[in-house]
């Protein structure tokens, strides 16, 4: 059974940062590409960043030089580094997993950036 596992969501304020985890089990992880979606309220789910099998990133160009995706293989474990965070960053962050043409999708955690 495959599961992906985020944590590190909260409060924070406008400026400030936060580290989300997601810890993922059921899967190669060595060779899943994983990635990090976002979706606000009354908005559609938006990819944030992604991170190949072979440490190759790419982020969405609102998030380019303020977030940072970061793997550790032997944790099983993605991450995202996110400074300079805005109001606008607000939403529920989904860790994605994909393995070949299955895609697996954690829970979400929150993060509400105050102004």
């Known amino acids: 059974q495959v599961q992906l596992v985020e944590s590190g969501g909260g409060l924070v304020q406008a400026g400030g940062s936060l580290r989300l985890s997601c810890a993922a089990s059921?899967?190669?992880?060595?060779?899943?590409?994983m990635g990090w979606y976002r979706q606000a309220p009354g908005e559609q789910r938006e990819w944030v960043a992604s991170?190949?099998?072979?440490?190759?990133?790419n982020y969405a160009d609102s998030m380019k030089g303020r977030f940072t995706i970061a793997r550790d293989n032997a944790k099983n474990t993605v991450y995202l580094q996110m400074n300079s965070l805005k109001p606008e960053d607000t939403a529920v962050y989904y860790c994605?997993?994909?393995?070949?043409?299955?895609?697996?999708w954690g829970q979400g955690t929150q993060v509400t950036v105050s102004s």
């Open positions: 994605r997993g994909r393995q070949g043409l299955r895609i697996y």
């Open positions: 059921g899967i190669t992880f060595s060779i899943a590409t």
């Open positions: 991170i190949t099998s072979d440490d190759n990133t």
